[in-house]
């Protein structure tokens, strides 16, 4: 499942950039193939840096908003890595942001909401030691 759209892509990378990102076979036309693995592999991406959070979630269904337009970022990002062509500073930096976020949202940051969220709360992962009370301190050791 895929958490954007080509009409996504398309509102981000014009037709002739994505012609050249996509047309392996030089047919002249966009590969819409290609641009839907892709989404599918931004998607999984976005599955991955959330599931631990969202776990009862992951997939989104109903998607919301925010993640079509980071999906789209990374998708944009990777359709100019796949060619070895260089992103440039514009996609590196849309990727970067929303990886970003990503992990920002999976840390409890912000909230997607919805029910059913099972957040992972950070005290579970904290360390506590317990025992008796110490016998010998800097004070009980005065002197000595």
Not at 10 to 33: C, P, S
Not at 105 to 131: F, K
Request: contains cysteine; negative net charge.
């Amino acid at each position: 499942m895929s958490y954007a759209t080509i009409a996504d892509i398309r509102q981000r990378i014009d037709e002739d950039r994505l012609i050249r990102l996509t047309d392996d076979d030089d047919t002249g036309a966009v590969d819409e193939e290609i641009v839907a693995a892709v989404l599918v592999s931004a998607s999984n991406k976005i599955d991955l840096l959330l599931g631990r959070r969202y776990a009862a979630q992951v997939p989104f269904d109903p998607v919301p908003p925010v993640l079509v337009d980071l999906c789209a970022d990374i998708g944009g990002y990777m359709l100019h890595i796949r060619r070895e062509e260089a992103p440039g500073e514009f996609w590196t930096l849309q990727y970067k942001e929303a990886v970003r976020f990503l992990r920002q949202l999976a840390g409890g940051a912000y909230d997607l909401g919805g029910e059913g969220e099972e957040a992972v709360s950070s005290s579970a992962h904290e360390v506590q030691i317990t025992g008796p009370a110490r016998v010998f301190s800097r004070n009980s050791l005065k002197g000595f």
